[in-house]
C-alpha cells in the first residue's frame, strides 16, 4: 500500500463521513473504480485500515465539539446520578445515549451478514440514489426546533434509523439527518446531532475492532501509509465538519441529494458499460 493511496482514502474517509454521500459506500466505490486490490486481497488489514480511518474522523469530531462534548459527558453522569433530567442539555445527552443502542446491537448481531452479503458495488449505486430521494424528501419539511429543542424520543428514531447505515451506500450522516429533519430539528441542528451520535458509536468500534487489529498484526510496510490515512482523514473530516455547518445555514441539503444521484447514476452506467463488475 503506497502513501498516496492511503492519502487519497483518508481524505475519502474524511469528507464522506460528515457529508450525507456514504462513506463506506465510498471507500469501497475508489478502489473498485481503479482496480485497486490491496485491500480486497488483504482482508484482515482492510478492516483494520478501517478502524484507522475511523479512528481520524472521531479525532476530528472530538476536536470541533470537545465543549460540547464535555458538558455533555457532564450532563449524562448527572442524569444518572440524580435519576431525573432537568435541562435541555441533559436530554440531548440522553438522546445521543439511547440513540447509540439500536446500531450497536444490529451492528454486533449482523456484523458478518453485512460483510457477506452487502456492499456490493450495484447496491451502493441503488442505495446511493434511494436513501438521496429520502433524504430531500425529509428536508422539505418545516424547520421546527433548534438543537437546545431535542427530545429523548428523538434519539430513539435517529439511533433506529442508524442501524440502516450498516449497509454501504446508506451513510451514517445522511440516514441520521434524514431521521431529523423528519423530526423536525432544524438543519444546522440535524447536523450537529448527527457529528454528535457519531462520536460514541465510532469510538466503540474503534476500541472494540482494535482490539482484535492488534492482536492479528499488520501486514509488512503499511505503519508509514496508516498514520498517512489517519491524519489525512482527521485533516478532512474537521474540513467537511465546518464546510457542512456553515452551508446548512443559508441553504438547503440539496447539493447532496444531486451528487448522490448523480454518483448513483454514474455507478450504474459503469457497471452497464461492462468498464467495471457489478460484484467482487
Known sequence: MSNLEALLLGVVQGLTEF????????????????D?????????????FDVALHAGTLIAAIAFFRLEVWRLLISFFGVLRRRSIATSEERLAIAIAIGTIPAVIAGGLASD??????????????????????????DRRPQERPLEGSKVKDGLWIGIAQVLALAPGTS????????????????????????????????GATLFKGIGAVDEGLPPGVGGPMVVGVVASAISGYAAIVFL?????????RPFVIYRYAAGIAVLLVI???????TF
Open 272 to 278: 452497464a458499460l461492462g468498464l467495471r463488475p457489478a
Open 172 to 203: 451514517r450522516s445522511g440516514i441520521t439527518i434524514t431521521a431529523a429533519r423528519w423530526r423536525g430539528l432544524d438543519r444546522d441542528a440535524a447536523a450537529r446531532f448527527s457529528f454528535l451520535l457519531l462520536i460514541p458509536i465510532v469510538a
Open 113 to 138: 451478514f453485512i460483510d457477506e452479503h452487502l456492499g456490493e458495488p450495484w447496491m451502493i449505486a441503488v442505495q446511493l440514489i434511494v436513501f438521496g430521494a429520502l433524504l430531500d424528501w425529509a
Open 19 to 34: 457529508l450525507p454521500i456514504s462513506s463506506s459506500g465510498h471507500l469501497i466505490l475508489v478502489p473498485w473504480l481503479q
Open 36 to 48: 485497486y486490490t490491496f485491500l480486497t486481497d488483504n482482508e484482515s488489514f482492510n478492516k483494520t
Open 245 to 253: 455547518l456553515k452551508l446548512v445555514r443559508t441553504t438547503s441539503y
